[in-house]
């Protein structure tokens, strides 16, 4: 079945703990985006990689770190968690001309 | 950069037929998407526009004015299970490739009612 993976699905920590949420898709796709959404807003860009190697920052970069080392996995690192980096986060990745995204299942992150 | 504006909540009734609208100022423009996002889950691809007119599926259409930076999405013959979010997203174009950055709108959450 062709989908996007994220991991874990749920995830409570406390200010300055290091993580990483990983993210895997089954697809080939060359594009891959993380994304956070906060109640009333929008999803906004945190990062994305077009490619291998290849990563540029979104709209929301700051406190985030990310890597692309193989085409199928994307994870989402960060260094030093804060309180305003609790959220809900999605992964998503496409075909670089692609219409569609598709989107994981998303990461509820809550920074004590 | 990109600004995307799209009203917040709807209501319509079961059966008939709802607009939601879409404005855009885009730096760069490569096409505009909706998507539509049920409480709780992610969102999941409902139409894409980059040439100006409709594009139609189903009971959903997209409508898009490129000088106008404008889009909406028709919704037609409206059930239940239409209650959701919907999400207006404009992709930039950026190093000659057609995926970059992508900028989503707050999402307009639609209640339909019996």
């Known amino acids: 079945e062709a989908q996007v993976t994220q991991n874990p699905r749920y995830l409570i920590t406390v200010t300055g703990k290091k993580l990483t949420v990983t993210c895997s898709q089954n697809?080939?796709?060359?594009?891959m985006s993380w994304y956070r959404q906060d109640p009333g807003l929008g999803l906004r860009q945190i990062y994305y990689s077009m490619n291998v190697e290849v990563t540029d920052k979104g709209d929301v970069p700051e406190g985030y770190k990310v890597s692309r080392k193989e085409k199928r996995n994307f994870p989402l690192i960060l260094e030093s968690p804060s309180p305003n980096q609790t959220s809900l986060y999605f992964c998503?990745?496409?075909?670089?001309?692609?219409?569609?995204?598709?989107f994981g299942p998303g990461t509820r992150l809550t920074v004590l | 950069g990109q600004n995307i504006d799209q009203p917040t909540e709807m209501t319509a009734t079961e059966g008939a037929i709802v607009q939601i609208n879409c404005t855009y100022q885009?730096?760069?423009?490569?096409?505009l998407f909706w998507y539509q996002q049920h409480a709780g889950e992610a969102p999941t691809f409902l139409s894409y526009n980059v040439l100006d007119g409709l594009e139609e599926k189903g009971r959903f259409s997209s409508f898009l004015s490129r000088s106008k930076g404008y889009s909406y999405l028709l919704l037609k013959e409206l059930q239940m299970k239409d209650s959701a979010s919907y999400l207006c997203?404009?992709?930039?174009?950026?190093?000659?490739?057609?995926?970059?950055?992508?900028?989503f709108g707050d999402g307009t959450t639609l209640t339909v009612k019996p």
């Open positions: 998503a990745s496409s075909t670089p001309g692609g219409n569609e995204q598709f």
């Open positions: 697809m080939n796709h060359e594009y």
């Open positions: 885009t730096s760069g423009f490569n096409g």
């Open positions: 997203a404009v992709r930039d174009h950026r190093r000659g490739t057609n995926a970059g950055k992508s900028t």
